[in-house]
């Protein structure tokens, strides 16, 4: 059974930096795909980053603050998010896409103050 466990969110004031991290265990499959999503009450949860096969990209409101990243060895995705802004407040989730299946972590808080 594949399980993310998601560390890093909490509180942080505006144009400072915090760092997501997503480890995946349970599957020995290919991960064909890693994201971020992020979600604030009463909205649809969007694509904030993905690395998939031969691709990187970032949501327009992220690009040149938030950095992803993934270790393939230890099955570990990263979000390096700088220069926060309120409007980042949001519960982001880490996503894993294995063999054909999806996989979303438990999601963590994060909270930009003005």
């Known amino acids: 059974q594949v399980q993310l466990v998601e560390s890093g969110g909490g509180l942080v004031q505006a144009g400072g930096s915090l760092r997501l991290s997503c480890t995946a265990s349970?599957?020995?499959?290919?991960?064909?795909?890693v994201a971020w999503h992020r979600q604030t009450s009463g909205e649809q949860r969007e694509l904030v980053a993905i690395?998939?096969?031969?691709?990187?990209d970032y949501a327009t409101s992220v690009k040149g603050r938030f950095t992803i990243s993934r270790d393939n060895a230890k099955n570990m995705v990263y979000l390096q998010m700088n220069d926060l802004k309120p409007e980042d407040t949001a519960v982001y989730y880490c996503?894993?896409?294995?063999?054909?299946?999806?996989?979303w972590g438990q999601g963590t808080q994060v909270t930009v103050s003005s």
């Open positions: 690395i998939g096969v031969g691709v990187t």
């Open positions: 349970g599957s020995k499959r290919s991960i064909t795909a």
């Open positions: 996503r894993f896409d294995i063999a054909g299946d999806t996989y």
